[in-house]
């Protein structure tokens, strides 16, 4: 019986959904636990501890050599002597007897006596002068997090650890977010990022409700076990709800299923305005096996893959037949629907240790995007447009360069583009020869250069997600500047219009693939501003496509006019939202709490 206080936390909504359920916290490195309980085990069950405890720090010492071994084939080999530290750590016989001895003497079970000793064993190193040494803490937590993962994975104790858990974290990586097991997670919260972080844009495509930019005393308040909910649309998190709290949050999330069943009926309408002007609506992915979900939503093709995911999840780099494989069962599920393949965009907060050999002291503004595979490895790029231009002749297939900010940039990438037809040419291997190719703008620069760069590209796709960032000057995964995420700032609307004008000016196609393009709070103005296509995570299709089907182009373009001349974004995001309220007042409900953040 819970006998402790609701308490409601605000942070970020981050990706729709309700979560009901217990809490996990993940402490490092995407490997969860929960923190062992004190309890105890009968003399009969030593030797069953111990050896628990031993297969779990096997379990940890071959996920350690595995994942040295991709980084030998991604990266130069002293990067992989960073983990050489944490098997030493495996191999401590003083931490193995302790823990052994805790399990025997004060028959403890095994995950509770090797937590117990590695926390000791952390404390003191923590006081430690030397520097070097206190570092080496990180190493011993997350060897720890291994080996609790595994020991709680195989336990036959008492605590039910298969069943379904709201996982809290400080923070969790977009590698981190992209490893977690969807049958074992109802949702998660973590202390940093914000809506268009790239943690939170897995979070919507993994269709798992998230919260982020909680407060770091409301999570200290959290213990594992803990019963919580979460609230995705509106970014509240209720720790110990009261049985009336729970039955609420019940009806509601009953109430959205069905609703969500409802607009599935509609998949097969043609996102057409009552005035008859028809916008393509597209998903964005991050993995291949998202691609059914496209087509369970009614997209009409791939908008914007995320081909860095191909890269941070595998082991090793992938090859140009590895590649061409996975672009060729995309372009062949997708039959002749256009597929928007986006190079790889490593960098900013898609961080790799064994892609990239340096680190940046601002990773946005560094090298990412297109100017990392021009500068640091144009092997991994001529690698990728190799199998970009085999694959192009089995389909629809588009390529888009992220993080443009000059002309210069398409130019080279266009000249190495011939440069590989010709290559592909003399090897007698069957290539594309023409392949469109789009820029993102994302960047100021790349948005006010849109009319030289209109004559060098087949379509711009808008990236609001990180033109908000850099117009604003507001670091996307830093929770403290959230407030200036701001897609309605009448700065960022200039670029957007001044973008979209010069397209229809210049006869190409543009679309906007960053996350308002599936937020139905924008869509009236994006309609209203001329845009072509929306390019979104898949199961936001079905909200975005009734809005279209209830406007009407003549007034939203009215609106648009109207938009652009306000003073500042609150102004703007009402306009907007007064036209979703009475063209979808059912969509505005759903959305509405998020609009309050
Ligand atoms: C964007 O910046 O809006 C975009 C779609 O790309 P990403 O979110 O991957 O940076
Ligand atoms: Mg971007």
Redesign the pocket.
């Known amino acids: 019986m819970n006998n402790q206080p609701e308490t409601v936390c605000q942070g970020i909504a981050a990706s729709s959904g309700y979560a009901i359920g217990r809490v996990c916290f993940v402490r490092q490195n995407g490997n969860f636990y929960l923190e062992p309980v004190d309890s105890s085990i009968t003399p009969e069950q030593i030797s069953v501890e111990i050896e628990a405890f031993h297969t779990a720090l096997d379990a940890a010492r071959n996920g350690i050599l595995k994942l040295q071994e991709e980084l030998r084939n991604k990266a130069e080999a002293h990067d992989v002597g960073i983990f050489d530290a944490q098997l030493l750590i495996t191999d401590d016989q003083l931490l193995t007897r302790e823990v052994e001895q805790m399990i025997a003497n004060e028959l403890k079970p095994a995950d509770y006596a090797f937590f117990k000793v590695v926390e000791k064993f952390v404390a003191a190193i923590a006081v430690m002068p030397d520097n070097y040494i206190k570092e080496r803490t990180a190493d011993i937590r997350d060897v720890a997090a291994r080996v609790l993962h595994h020991l709680q994975d195989n336990s036959s104790g008492n605590i039910e650890y298969d069943d379904q858990r709201i996982i809290l974290a400080h923070d969790l990586t977009p590698s981190d977010t992209a490893a977690l097991d969807r049958r074992r997670v109802l949702g998660f919260a973590v202390e940093t990022g914000s809506a268009?972080s790239?943690t939170a844009?897995l979070a919507r495509s993994m269709q798992l409700p998230a919260v982020l930019g909680i407060p770091g005393d409301f999570l200290e308040k959290v213990k594992d076990n803990d019963m919580l909910i979460l609230d995705g649309y509106s970014g509240k998190l209720i720790l110990h709800p009261t049985r009336e709290t729970e039955a609420e949050y019940r009806r509601k999330m009953e109430a959205t299923l069905i609703f969500f069943h409802k607009l599935a009926e509609e998949k097969r309408l043609s996102a057409e305005t009552r005035d008859g002007f028809v916008l393509q609506l597209s998903g964005?992915i991050e993995n291949v096996d998202d691609i059914d979900t496209v087509h369970e939503y009614g997209g009409c093709g791939i908008g914007?893959f995320?081909s860095e995911y191909m890269f941070l999840n595998s082991s090793g780099l992938p090859s140009e037949e590895e590649q061409l494989d996975i672009y060729c069962s995309m372009l062949s599920k997708m039959k002749n629907e256009p597929v928007v393949v986006?190079t790889l965009?490593i960098g900013?907060d898609k961080l790799d240790q064994a892609l990239q050999r340096y680190a940046e002291p601002n990773p946005f503004l560094g090298l990412r995007g297109v100017r990392f595979c021009l500068k640091e490895r144009p092997d991994i790029f001529r690698t990728q447009l190799r199998a970009l231009l085999r694959a192009g002749t089995y389909g629809n297939l588009r390529v888009m360069l992220?993080m443009v900010s000059c002309v210069e940039e398409i130019l080279e990438v266009k000249a190495l583009i011939s440069e590989l037809q010709e290559e592909l040419y003399h090897e007698h291997i069957e290539h594309a020869l023409h392949l469109p190719i789009g820029a993102?703008i994302?960047t100021p620069a790349a948005a006010l250069l849109a009319a030289p760069l209109a004559k060098v590209v087949d379509f711009f796709?808008?990236?609001?997600?990180?033109?908000v960032q850099y117009t604003l000057a507001a670091d996307r995964t830093n929770e403290r500047v959230n407030y200036l995420d701001m897609p309605t700032h009448p700065a960022v609307l200039t670029l957007i219009a001044n973008t979209i004008a010069v397209a229809r000016r210049h006869n190409i196609w543009v679309s906007v693939?960053?996350?308002i393009a599936g937020d139905p709070r924008f869509t009236p103005l994006l309609v209203g501003l001329g845009v072509h296509e929306l390019s979104m995570p898949p199961a936001l299709i079905g909200p975005v496509r009734r809005v279209i089907r209830n406007l009407q182009m003549a007034d939203a373009e009215l609106a648009a006019i109207e938009v652009l001349e306000c003073e500042t974004p609150a102004r703007a995001l009402d306009i907007s939202m007064q036209m979703l309220r009475s063209a979808a007042p059912e969509i505005a409900d759903l959305v509405a709490p998020a609009s309050d953040n």
């Not at 796709?461 to 033109?467: K, Q």
Request: aromatic share 0%.
């Open positions: 268009t790239h844009i964005n914007l995320r986006r965009d900013g992220p993102m994302e796709s808008i990236g609001t997600n990180d033109l693939c960053g996350q």
